[in-house]
């Protein structure tokens, strides 16, 4: 069990930059969570952490040995791929104790770990299979079970569960939520999934283009993105975004979004928006907070009306798309409220979860 | 012939069944016709002559009567003459010299073929490795020139072998005086004519055994490597634990080939050699030829040729094992 | 959230070096390096060897200067061989086999792999394996019944099989047919059956799936059988040494082998220009399509 310490990690590829510049401190026990699209450097970054790349600049710490120069047999981690990399040649029994063997730990001892390994996977009556005979839910399992085995000080996955259809992610998703339960070791986890980063991470790392957009946890990621990729990256469906203008009239703030729509800025964000007035802007709002019209408007929130495009009923709610000045935007409606596509129907906006992103740094405000 | 098919296939069911039945008997007949080429080839020239040579086996020399396993009772009664006279006074004195001529070509075959495939298979892992561990760019040019032995045709290569081991021209001896080293007398003393022939075969077939292990080490996944790596393991490690294991099955069907081969070869020991001295490095092909078409004696060459056969089509049988067992695994 | 930071600052930390896994890696490149320009060197010195001995003339040979080097270097070996109508006769002999054989071995291969990949017929599968196994049968177990056989024809019907080059178009298919028909066999099986369907609607009879879908979609598969074909054609020695004796008869390595080396005197340099030239069409086809020849040599192994 260990911390793990990133400082100014940089990475080329014959001249082409893979991570520009990581810092990053992970506490121990933790289970922190890389996500970014393909090519963000995620992937990279966790083998840097595993030595099996090697950085170009910066300082990779574990526990608190400086482990740059130390080749990955030497740095106590475990690792499951993406495609498993079981060996097919050993059964079960001999996939989850190569490491220990090599190591020559006694014999009672590895038959300890792998048993114990194996009941807290389930995969006991698996033992003496070769890989071959296993479901792809059962050989990642049996990787998870020769990471446990080693009990190292960091955990590290690379996209475990891409290769898995989807009703099988979502149920090893829980149980390797449960294993860290029971393991409690440091974990660095990276996928390409944002629900799997929600729903599994103590904190998440988002990255893009090499670098860290941001690091907080799920529910800070969520509702305080701190850039217009965190925004647009996190959460399904995605924000909507929307070019605006911020204007003043008497007191008030407003958000123009086209000739018709304008929405007024809840009074609690007026101080921090009121410098901005007459820049060209980007209003954010998820589409769970674009919702039916009913009975009274809260505070905070505004109606409108909208021609609907598109109508999608998905069971438990009902997604509506509409235009608003040539950008089609995403809400969310209770099924019995929706009306059909064509038709004309009252929405209200709830702007205490709305964004606003500058236009050149992207930042949101 | 679409609208043939068309036309076929609105025909009622029992109708279809027998024109299917028509096409499906057509089709195998025009596959039996395509095959017929091979089917002659392998049986006038492969299959006929082998059960012949079985026949001639058996004949005597003038090939007028039938005497069964004689010949093989002439060639092993010198081979059992020799053990009896062997020991007493002279033992290892009589022993050498009254060992019987095809004693030491089953000998010498048998060692020939064991000694060289092993150091092929040797060279070919070891140079396997090599070529696979530098960049990717560079392992054409490297490949190319090391497989050079291999198409080059054995005849014309083992001319230039024979000029090495010259005895009065050597190349070999040329540098060997030059640094203090006795000259060797190569092809005129039995152990280094031995020597010199595995030496050659070596040369030859090295090349092909890494050309074969290069493409089952790169069929072995990455990523079981850096597993590896991270469990722990040297690079001794992932070549015993993980390279070997899973290149098992080449491995053993490339050598178990090679030795079929090697066992029956014939150019390199004819050409450089010509069995002497003295029979030392006769092997089945090469004595095989020297009594049969030389020495006129059909019958004989015939059976010393059939004694290959045993021991070819147990490699045979392991092969074709391992090759059904390949396409059966992951 | 930066729990660890702290500890960090306090301790001495070393810089770290850079590059020393990189170094590592190095270090097992220059051995690579190493050791394959070792064998590089033990692999290419025989026919290095031939290429400088056929420079030097038969004077400079016998002075028995330095083996390794030419000093007055000479192409008169090369021009000697070359007018001498004799050795021109092997070479054409040789030609001449080789690429009938080839283009039979070819045509009786291709259409036989053909009807063992697709169309199932009774005895197909016992076939191919047959066919494997006839590969493993070697040359030197056949020569002697076979040299029988053609002695036997010969009283019977006044033919005369033995002591003719083109006996050997004959003979060189045992060797080729085999492994060819193996080869397209697996080239031909990874053809998707869908290929055949689509060509059959199209209204393709089985002859013109073959020439027109089949062959040209496994046309390296041919080009690898057909570079292997030549190759076994062109380098066989016992064959030819056991059924041709007249000088006129014989192809490129007995030729070079039984008339260049006459008696006791060896002309060591003609032995290598010749030996040389001999092996110079294998190696020019390597040369120029090296991927073909080992797709060649791996197919049969690898496509199981």
Redesign the interface.
Same mark, same amino acid.
């Given at each position: 069990m260990a911390q793990v310490a990133l400082r100014n990690i940089v990475k080329t590829f014959d001249k082409t930059p893979a991570v520009q510049g990581i810092d990053l401190d992970i506490a121990d026990r933790e289970f922190i969570v890389l996500v970014g699209p393909s090519g963000c450097g995620k992937s990279t970054t966790l083998r840097m952490i595993a030595g099996l790349e090697e950085a170009t600049s910066g300082e990779i710490y574990i526990g608190d040995q400086l482990v740059n120069d130390v080749p990955p047999k030497d740095r106590d981690i475990a690792m499951v791929f993406q495609n498993y990399a079981l060996y097919p040649h050993m059964t079960v029994y001999e996939n989850m104790s190569f490491g220990l063997r090599l190591k020559k730990f006694p014999k009672s001892e590895i038959r300890d770990r792998v048993e114990n390994a194996a009941r807290i996977l389930d995969i006991t009556d698996l033992l003496q299979r070769r890989p071959r005979q296993l479901s792809g839910g059962q050989r990642q399992r049996v990787a998870m079970g020769r990471a446990i085995v080693r009990n190292p000080k960091v955990f590290l996955f690379d996209e475990p569960l891409s290769n898995l259809d989807a009703k099988l992610r979502v149920q090893m998703r829980t149980e390797i939520k449960k294993v860290h339960q029971k393991v409690t070791t440091t974990t660095v986890y990276v996928t390409h999934d944002q629900v799997e980063a929600m729903t599994l991470a103590d904190r998440v790392v988002v990255m893009n283009g090499g670098r860290i957009e941001q690091i907080g946890s799920p529910n800070e990621v969520y509702h305080h993105p701190a850039t217009r990729f965190v925004a647009g990256f996190i959460g399904s469906p995605a924000m909507n975004f929307l070019p605006c203008r911020l204007e003043e009239s008497d007191d008030q703030l407003v958000v123009r979004l086209s000739d018709t729509l304008s929405f007024p800025v809840p009074p609690s964000r007026v101080a921090r928006y009121r410098p901005r007035v007459g820049n060209e802007l980007i209003f954010g709002l998820r589409p769970e907070d674009i919702i039916e019209g009913r009975g009274e408007l809260a505070p905070g929130t505004a109606a409108f009306e909208v021609l609907l495009d598109v109508v999608e009923p998905m069971g438990m709610e009902t997604m509506v798309y509409f235009i608003v000045d040539g950008v089609e935007v995403c809400g969310r409606v209770n099924p019995a409220a929706a009306r059909n596509a064509g038709e004309t129907m009252r929405l209200v906006a709830d702007l205490n979860h709305m964004h606003l992103i500058d236009t050149r740094t992207d930042q949101v405000i | 012939m679409a609208e043939a098919v068309a036309r076929d296939v609105r025909v009622s069911p029992i109708g279809r069944r027998k024109t299917a039945r028509a096409l499906v008997r057509r089709k195998s007949l025009v596959a039996f016709a395509m095959a017929l080429p091979l089917i002659a080839v392998i049986a006038g020239l492969v299959v006929y002559p082998a059960a012949y040579a079985i026949h001639l086996a058996m004949l005597n020399k003038s090939m007028q009567h039938f005497v069964g396993l004689g010949n093989y009772q002439f060639l092993f009664r010198r081979f059992i003459e020799v053990s009896n006279l062997s020991w007493a006074t002279f033992w290892s004195w009589s022993f050498e010299v009254k060992l019987s001529t095809f004693a030491m070509v089953v000998e010498q075959s048998v060692l020939f073929a064991v000694s060289a495939v092993i150091f092929k298979a040797v060279i070919g892992f070891v140079l396997a490795h090599f070529v696979h561990n530098i960049p990717q760019k560079g392992q054409r040019k490297w490949r190319g020139m090391l497989l050079v032995p291999w198409v080059i045709p054995p005849a014309m290569s083992t001319l230039a072998w024979l000029w090495l081991f010259d005895p009065s021209y050597s190349a070999f001896n040329w540098i060997f005086t030059r640094i203090g080293l006795p000259a060797v007398p190569w092809l005129g003393n039995p152990y280094w004519a031995r020597f010199g022939v595995i030496l050659d075969n070596v040369w030859v077939g090295a090349p092909f055994f890494m050309i074969m292990y290069l493409a089952a080490l790169k069929s072995v996944p990455e990523q079981l490597h850096e597993a590896a790596a991270i469990d722990g393991a040297t690079w001794l490690q992932k070549i015993w634990y993980i390279n070997l294991p899973m290149m098992r099955n080449i491995i053993a069907i490339t050598a178990l080939f090679s030795l079929i081969v090697t066992f029956a070869n014939f150019d390199i020991v004819k050409i450089l050699t010509n069995g002497g001295p003295i029979d030392q490095t006769q092997v089945f092909a090469t004595w095989a030829f020297m009594k049969g078409i030389q020495g006129n004696d059909i019958p004989l060459g015939a059976s010393v040729s059939l004694f290959m056969f045993p021991i070819l089509a147990v490699a045979a049988i392991l092969i074709l094992r391992n090759v059904r067992k390949r396409t059966n695994e992951i | 959230?930066?729990?660890?930071?702290a500890?960090?600052e306090g301790?001495a930390?070393?810089p %770290?070096?850079?590059? @020393?896994?990189?170094r590592?890696r190095r270090r097992?490149?220059f051995w690579?390096?190493f050791?394959?320009a070792l064998?590089?060197i033990?692999?290419?010195m %025989?026919?290095v060897?031939?290429f400088i001995?056929s420079l030097k003339s038969s004077g400079e040979?016998s002075a028995?200067t330095? #083996?390794?080097w030419v000093f007055h270097p000479t192409l008169s070996n090369y021009t000697n061989l070359l007018t001498q109508k004799q050795f021109l006769i092997f070479y054409r002999n040789s030609a001449i086999v080789s690429v009938l054989v080839v283009s039979v071995t070819m045509?009786? @291969?291709v259409?036989?792999a053909?009807?063992?990949a697709?169309?199932?017929?009774?005895g @197909?599968a016992t076939?191919a394996?047959?066919?494997?196994?006839?590969y493993?049968? %070697?040359?030197?177990?056949?020569?002697? %019944?076979?040299?029988?056989?053609f002695a036997f024809i010969h009283d019977k019907t006044g033919i005369e099989l033995i002591n003719h080059w083109w006996v050997l178009i004959?003979?060189y #298919?045992?060797l080729t047919? #085999?492994f060819c028909?193996w080869i397209m066999i697996g080239y031909f099986a990874s053809i998707p059956k869908e290929l055949d369907e689509a060509a059959?609607?199209?209204?393709?009879?089985?002859m013109q799936m073959l020439l027109r879908v089949f062959i040209p979609v496994a046309l390296p598969g041919i080009i690898a059988a057909t570079i292997f074909a030549f190759?076994v054609s062109?380098?066989n020695?016992?064959y030819p040494?056991?059924f041709t004796t007249s000088a006129d008869q014989l192809v490129l #390595?007995?030729g070079?082998?039984t008339t260049l080396i006459k008696g006791d005197v060896y002309n060591?340099g003609q032995?290598?220009t010749g030996?040389?030239l001999?092996?110079a069409p294998?190696?020019v086809i390597?040369a120029f399509l090296?991927d073909y020849?080992?797709a060649g040599?791996?197919a049969g192994?690898?496509k199981?």
């Amino acid at each position: 069990m260990a911390q793990v310490a990133l400082r100014n990690i940089v990475k080329t590829f014959d001249k082409t930059p893979a991570v520009q510049g990581i810092d990053l401190d992970i506490a121990d026990r933790e289970f922190i969570v890389l996500v970014g699209p393909s090519g963000c450097g995620k992937s990279t970054t966790l083998r840097m952490i595993a030595g099996l790349e090697e950085a170009t600049s910066g300082e990779i710490y574990i526990g608190d040995q400086l482990v740059n120069d130390v080749p990955p047999k030497d740095r106590d981690i475990a690792m499951v791929f993406q495609n498993y990399a079981l060996y097919p040649h050993m059964t079960v029994y001999e996939n989850m104790s190569f490491g220990l063997r090599l190591k020559k730990f006694p014999k009672s001892e590895i038959r300890d770990r792998v048993e114990n390994a194996a009941r807290i996977l389930d995969i006991t009556d698996l033992l003496q299979r070769r890989p071959r005979q296993l479901s792809g839910g059962q050989r990642q399992r049996v990787a998870m079970g020769r990471a446990i085995v080693r009990n190292p000080k960091v955990f590290l996955f690379d996209e475990p569960l891409s290769n898995l259809d989807a009703k099988l992610r979502v149920q090893m998703r829980t149980e390797i939520k449960k294993v860290h339960q029971k393991v409690t070791t440091t974990t660095v986890y990276v996928t390409h999934d944002q629900v799997e980063a929600m729903t599994l991470a103590d904190r998440v790392v988002v990255m893009n283009g090499g670098r860290i957009e941001q690091i907080g946890s799920p529910n800070e990621v969520y509702h305080h993105p701190a850039t217009r990729f965190v925004a647009g990256f996190i959460g399904s469906p995605a924000m909507n975004f929307l070019p605006c203008r911020l204007e003043e009239s008497d007191d008030q703030l407003v958000v123009r979004l086209s000739d018709t729509l304008s929405f007024p800025v809840p009074p609690s964000r007026v101080a921090r928006y009121r410098p901005r007035v007459g820049n060209e802007l980007i209003f954010g709002l998820r589409p769970e907070d674009i919702i039916e019209g009913r009975g009274e408007l809260a505070p905070g929130t505004a109606a409108f009306e909208v021609l609907l495009d598109v109508v999608e009923p998905m069971g438990m709610e009902t997604m509506v798309y509409f235009i608003v000045d040539g950008v089609e935007v995403c809400g969310r409606v209770n099924p019995a409220a929706a009306r059909n596509a064509g038709e004309t129907m009252r929405l209200v906006a709830d702007l205490n979860h709305m964004h606003l992103i500058d236009t050149r740094t992207d930042q949101v405000i | 012939m679409a609208e043939a098919v068309a036309r076929d296939v609105r025909v009622s069911p029992i109708g279809r069944r027998k024109t299917a039945r028509a096409l499906v008997r057509r089709k195998s007949l025009v596959a039996f016709a395509m095959a017929l080429p091979l089917i002659a080839v392998i049986a006038g020239l492969v299959v006929y002559p082998a059960a012949y040579a079985i026949h001639l086996a058996m004949l005597n020399k003038s090939m007028q009567h039938f005497v069964g396993l004689g010949n093989y009772q002439f060639l092993f009664r010198r081979f059992i003459e020799v053990s009896n006279l062997s020991w007493a006074t002279f033992w290892s004195w009589s022993f050498e010299v009254k060992l019987s001529t095809f004693a030491m070509v089953v000998e010498q075959s048998v060692l020939f073929a064991v000694s060289a495939v092993i150091f092929k298979a040797v060279i070919g892992f070891v140079l396997a490795h090599f070529v696979h561990n530098i960049p990717q760019k560079g392992q054409r040019k490297w490949r190319g020139m090391l497989l050079v032995p291999w198409v080059i045709p054995p005849a014309m290569s083992t001319l230039a072998w024979l000029w090495l081991f010259d005895p009065s021209y050597s190349a070999f001896n040329w540098i060997f005086t030059r640094i203090g080293l006795p000259a060797v007398p190569w092809l005129g003393n039995p152990y280094w004519a031995r020597f010199g022939v595995i030496l050659d075969n070596v040369w030859v077939g090295a090349p092909f055994f890494m050309i074969m292990y290069l493409a089952a080490l790169k069929s072995v996944p990455e990523q079981l490597h850096e597993a590896a790596a991270i469990d722990g393991a040297t690079w001794l490690q992932k070549i015993w634990y993980i390279n070997l294991p899973m290149m098992r099955n080449i491995i053993a069907i490339t050598a178990l080939f090679s030795l079929i081969v090697t066992f029956a070869n014939f150019d390199i020991v004819k050409i450089l050699t010509n069995g002497g001295p003295i029979d030392q490095t006769q092997v089945f092909a090469t004595w095989a030829f020297m009594k049969g078409i030389q020495g006129n004696d059909i019958p004989l060459g015939a059976s010393v040729s059939l004694f290959m056969f045993p021991i070819l089509a147990v490699a045979a049988i392991l092969i074709l094992r391992n090759v059904r067992k390949r396409t059966n695994e992951i | 959230m930066t729990v660890a930071t702290a500890q960090l600052e306090g301790e001495a930390r070393r810089p %770290p070096r850079y590059g @020393s896994m990189a170094r590592g890696r190095r270090r097992a490149l220059f051995w690579s390096y190493f050791f394959l320009a070792l064998f590089v060197i033990f692999f290419l010195m %025989p026919p290095v060897y031939m290429f400088i001995t056929s420079l030097k003339s038969s004077g400079e040979i016998s002075a028995a200067t330095n #083996p390794w080097w030419v000093f007055h270097p000479t192409l008169s070996n090369y021009t000697n061989l070359l007018t001498q109508k004799q050795f021109l006769i092997f070479y054409r002999n040789s030609a001449i086999v080789s690429v009938l054989v080839v283009s039979v071995t070819m045509v009786i @291969s291709v259409l036989a792999a053909f009807s063992l990949a697709r169309m199932k017929f009774w005895g @197909s599968a016992t076939l191919a394996t047959g066919v494997f196994l006839t590969y493993l049968v %070697p040359d030197t177990l056949l020569f002697i %019944p076979l040299f029988k056989i053609f002695a036997f024809i010969h009283d019977k019907t006044g033919i005369e099989l033995i002591n003719h080059w083109w006996v050997l178009i004959v003979l060189y #298919p045992t060797l080729t047919v #085999p492994f060819c028909t193996w080869i397209m066999i697996g080239y031909f099986a990874s053809i998707p059956k869908e290929l055949d369907e689509a060509a059959l609607i199209d209204g393709a009879g089985y002859m013109q799936m073959l020439l027109r879908v089949f062959i040209p979609v496994a046309l390296p598969g041919i080009i690898a059988a057909t570079i292997f074909a030549f190759t076994v054609s062109w380098a066989n020695f016992l064959y030819p040494l056991a059924f041709t004796t007249s000088a006129d008869q014989l192809v490129l #390595p007995v030729g070079i082998v039984t008339t260049l080396i006459k008696g006791d005197v060896y002309n060591w340099g003609q032995i290598m220009t010749g030996a040389l030239l001999g092996a110079a069409p294998p190696l020019v086809i390597y040369a120029f399509l090296m991927d073909y020849y080992i797709a060649g040599l791996t197919a049969g192994a690898t496509k199981g």
